[in-house]
Every structure is written in structure tokens, then in C-alpha cells.
């Protein structure tokens, strides 16, 4: 079966970094992209950026080009993503998830999230 | 952008009812569209792909409908279990927004 696990939670002060991994397991791990979503506490649900593990292709959110970094391991189908210069506002539960599909693309896997706490 | 409106952003319905929910694209989405399911203090989960594709697994009570700029997410005799927030979100074109979500409580 298809599983994401991600690492565990993590506190930061301002303007440091954290890196979060995502290990897949259950596929083929170069046929799906990973797609990263996060959610500040009590808010929606806001799409980070995606990449594909076969060509390590990226694609960010504008708002978070320049701070963000998705990279994977295809030898242990593991999918990491970097977040830079941390701001208060970016508190929130991160999540990997499975971007299945070509063409017609949805999440149809997810991780268990992982709780960034940035504070002073 | 595309950006994704829903409402309502709120809903109190009781277990048996039918309840609707809709989405609206800025642009004209065809039929990228997908609507996900998440209960408090856990991941998202996928209902409905491709504007009315149901996921494998998800109970046939849950619908979806639409195309270009609208769409629905109809679930019919609501369950216990059904009690969550909803989200609808495009894929025609990065960045895959999200609508801002339904909450559906218990009446």
C-alpha cells in the first residue's frame, strides 16, 4: 500500500531553516511527482510547489521562490523539502503528498504532516 | 492566479440530509478540478478527481459535478462521519490553489 512518512515536528527561531523529509514507499517512486502543501493553524490549505523525482523538475509557488527548495533521493525514495529565512507566518502543519497523474493531475496520497513551529 | 471561491464557507446540516457544496474557478478550469475531505488534526483526503471521479474507496454517496467555472460537491444522506471541512482545488495550471473551504457541522 501507498504510504508518505514524514519526519517530526520541528521549533525555529526567525530566520532559520528547516528541512523536512517525506519518505515513500508502496510505488514506483520516479512514476508520481511530490507536491508539498501547508496549513497555518486554523487556516486552508495553501499548494507550496511540486517536483518530479524522475527529472528533478521543480515548480514553486511565486510567493515562496527564493526561500523554498524541493529536492528528492531517488535511492531512498525520500523527498525533502527546505524552507529558508523563517518568519512567524510560516507556522503551519507541512504536508507531502502523492501528485498523481499526467496531464489530469490530483493528491491522491498524503503524509501524516509535520507541525514547524517558528518562534523567538 | 486561478483563484477558488466556495460556499458556503460554513454549513450546519443533520445526519440524513443532502447537503451541497460549490466552487467557483476565476477562469475556466475545464474539468481540473478535485475536491478533498479533512478532519481535524489529520490529512486531506481525495474524493473526487476530475470534476466527478470518485476515488477508490470513497462511499458513493459523495458526488461531484461541473465544468469551466463551477462546479459541486453533493453528498447525499450525510453520515456522522461526514462532519469535516471540505476543499475543492484546480489543477488546469500551477500553482494548484485551493478554495478556502466548507466547514459542514452537525445541526
Redesign the interface.
Given at each position: 500500500q501507498v504510504q508518505l512518512v514524514q519526519s517530526g515536528g520541528e521549533v525555529k527561531k526567525p530566520g532559520a531553516s528547516v528541512k523536512v523529509s517525506c519518505k515513500a514507499s508502496g510505488y514506483t517512486f520516479t512514476t508520481c511527482g511530490i507536491s508539498w502543501v501547508r496549513q497555518a493553524p486554523g487556516q486552508g490549505l495553501e499548494w507550496m510547489g511540486w517536483i518530479n523525482p524522475y527529472t528533478a523538475n521543480t515548480n514553486y509557488a511565486q510567493k515562496l521562490q527564493g526561500r523554498v527548495t524541493m529536492t528528492t533521493d531517488t535511492s531512498t525514495r525520500t523527498a525533502y523539502m527546505e524552507l529558508r529565512s523563517l518568519r512567524s507566518d510560516d507556522t503551519a502543519v507541512y504536508y507531502c503528498a502523492r501528485d498523481y497523474g499526467g496531464a489530469i493531475t490530483y493528491f491522491d496520497y498524503w503524509g501524516q504532516g509535520t507541525l514547524v513551529t517558528v518562534s523567538s | 492566479?486561478i483563484q477558488m471561491t466556495q460556499s458556503p464557507s460554513s454549513l450546519s446540516a443533520s445526519v440524513g440530509d443532502r447537503v451541497t457544496i460549490t466552487c467557483r474557478a476565476s477562469q475556466t478550469i475545464s474539468r481540473?478540478l478535485?475536491w478533498?475531505q479533512?478532519k481535524a488534526g489529520k490529512?486531506?483526503?481525495?474524493l473526487i478527481?476530475?470534476a466527478s471521479s470518485l476515488?477508490s474507496g470513497v462511499p458513493s454517496r459523495f458526488s461531484g459535478s461541473g465544468s469551466g467555472t463551477d462546479f459541486t460537491l453533493t453528498i447525499t444522506s450525510l453520515q456522522p462521519e461526514d462532519f469535516a471541512t471540505y476543499?475543492c482545488?484546480q489543477?488546469y495550471s500551477?500553482?494548484?490553489?485551493?478554495?478556502?473551504?466548507t466547514k459542514l457541522e452537525i445541526k
Open positions: - | 492566479d481540473y478535485n478533498y479533512q490529512a486531506p483526503k481525495l478527481y476530475v476515488q476543499y482545488q489543477s500551477p500553482p494548484r490553489t485551493f478554495g478556502q473551504g
